[in-house]
C-alpha cells in the first residue's frame, strides 16, 4: 500500500479546510489525479496534505523509516530538520546562489548570479529523470498573464543540445534521483543564462496537462514509484 504525503505551500490544511493559492490548488488536484490515474485501486492508496509549516506538528503521520510512505513536496520550502529521502537535494536547489555558481565553475556557463539587476528565467526544460536516465520535454514559456505557461516554446537544435548538456551534467553534479525537475533559464543578447533547478513540477508544469502525455506530474509520480515512461509526445 502506498501512504504519499503531499507538502504544499499553504496556510492552512485541515480535515476540513484548506487555505493556498489557485495554483497550489491546481498542482495538488494535478498530482492526487495523477496518483489515482496511475494506481486505479484507491483501496492501495493513501493520500495525505500538510502545509509546510505543518511538517513538524506532533500528529504529523509521516515515517520516513517506513517504505511504504512516498513523500511528495510541491514547494522548494521545507523545514530544515524535517527529514525525507530527498531532503539533501532540496535544500541544494533551494540554495539558488550556490548552485549557480557550481554552475559558472563546472559548466562554463553565465547565470543570474552574473547579471547585476534582479533577474528570472523565464523559460523552464522539463526533465524527467527515470530510473534509466533524463528524458526532456519541450519547452514551457511564461504567457502574458501572471502564472500563466505555454507548451512548448520552439527553440533551434544547438539551443537544445546546450540545454540538455547542462541539465544531464546539472542532474548528475547534485546527485539527482527520479523525479521530475524543471530547469530554469532564459536568454541576454541570445546567450544562455541559468536560473534555477525545481527538484519537482512547479506551478509552470501545470502547462503540460492536456497537452503533453503523460503530463509532468503523472511522470513525477511514475518516476518516484520507479515505473516506466516510454515516450514524453505532445498532442
Known amino acids: 500500500m502506498y501512504k504519499v504525503l503531499i507538502i504544499i505551500n499553504a496556510q492552512q490544511v485541515s480535515n476540513t479546510s484548506l487555505t493556498a493559492s489557485p495554483v497550489t490548488n491546481r498542482m495538488m488536484t494535478t498530482l492526487k489525479e495523477a496518483i489515482t490515474t496511475v494506481n486505479t485501486d484507491e483501496n492501495d492508496i493513501m493520500v495525505e496534505v500538510r502545509a509546510a509549516q505543518q511538517l513538524l506538528d506532533e500528529n504529523n503521520s509521516y515515517d520516513e523509516a517506513d517504505p511504504n510512505w512516498i513523500c511528495c513536496p510541491l514547494t522548494i520550502d521545507l523545514p530544515p530538520n524535517f527529514e525525507f529521502p530527498r531532503a539533501k537535494l532540496f535544500q541544494i536547489c533551494r540554495d539558488i546562489q550556490g548552485t549557480r555558481q557550481w554552475v559558472e565553475q563546472q559548466l562554463n556557463i553565465k547565470t543570474g548570479n552574473q547579471i547585476k539587476t534582479v533577474w528570472y528565467g523565464n523559460y523552464w526544460l522539463p526533465i524527467v529523470l527515470t530510473t534509466k536516465g533524463p528524458m526532456y520535454g519541450e519547452v514551457i514559456g511564461e504567457g502574458q498573464m501572471p502564472n500563466s505557461y505555454?507548451?512548448?516554446?520552439?527553440?533551434?537544435?544547438?539551443?537544445?543540445?546546450?540545454?540538455?548538456?547542462l541539465g544531464y551534467h546539472l542532474l548528475e553534479g547534485i546527485a539527482a534521483q527520479p523525479a521530475v525537475y524543471l530547469l530554469q533559464f532564459g536568454f541576454q543578447n541570445e546567450e544562455l543564462i541559468f536560473d534555477r533547478i525545481w527538484p519537482f513540477p512547479a506551478a509552470p508544469a501545470l502547462a503540460s496537462v492536456g497537452i503533453q502525455e503523460p503530463n509532468l506530474y503523472t511522470c513525477h509520480w511514475q518516476c518516484l514509484t520507479q515505473q516506466p515512461i516510454r515516450d514524453l509526445v505532445i498532442a
Open 150 to 165: 505555454q507548451q512548448p516554446v520552439e527553440f533551434p537544435d544547438h539551443q537544445r543540445q546546450s540545454l540538455y548538456n
